[in-house]
């Protein structure tokens, strides 16, 4: 089991950026894959982008490809979701995710354990 922590989160205007962390602690962070979800109000939670546990697998929902980019640095135990050029829509809590798979998965069920997620409002 790893217990993640999200941070970065904000009130942005649309077109701006962000920059998320997730902090990850017990066991070793390399061991696992990792993605970003977000949920909406009155939405389901949805996939974002995933990384593969050494950061050589990379997957981007078609919604934020092109403008968000994922990465991880394994000597830090760190997720991070840079994301520009933000719209209204992309307004959501994002959450981090890990997962035991090699595969990157991109449904809620692939992934084991989740952070509380961390707030994104981007104004029009």
């Known amino acids: 089991q790893v217990q993640l922590v999200e941070s970065g989160g904000g009130l942005v205007q649309a077109g701006g950026s962000l920059r998320l962390s997730c902090a990850a602690s017990?066991?070793?962070?390399?061991?696992?894959?990792m993605g970003w979800f977000r949920q909406a109000p009155g939405k389901e939670r949805e996939f974002v982008a995933a990384?593969?546990?050494?950061?050589?697998?990379?997957g981007y929902a078609d919604s934020v490809k092109g403008r968000f980019t994922i990465s991880r640095d394994n000597a830090k135990n760190s997720l991070y979701l840079q994301m520009n050029r933000l719209k209204p829509e992309d307004t959501a809590v994002y959450f981090c995710?890990?997962?035991?798979?090699?595969?990157?998965?991109?449904?809620?069920?692939?992934?084991?354990?989740w952070g509380q997620g961390t707030q994104v409002t981007v104004s029009s």
């Open positions: 990384i593969g546990k050494r950061g050589d697998m990379i």
């Open positions: 017990g066991r070793a962070f390399s061991d696992y894959s």
């Open positions: 995710a890990s997962s035991s798979s090699f595969w990157l998965g991109r449904s809620v069920a692939s992934y084991s354990d």
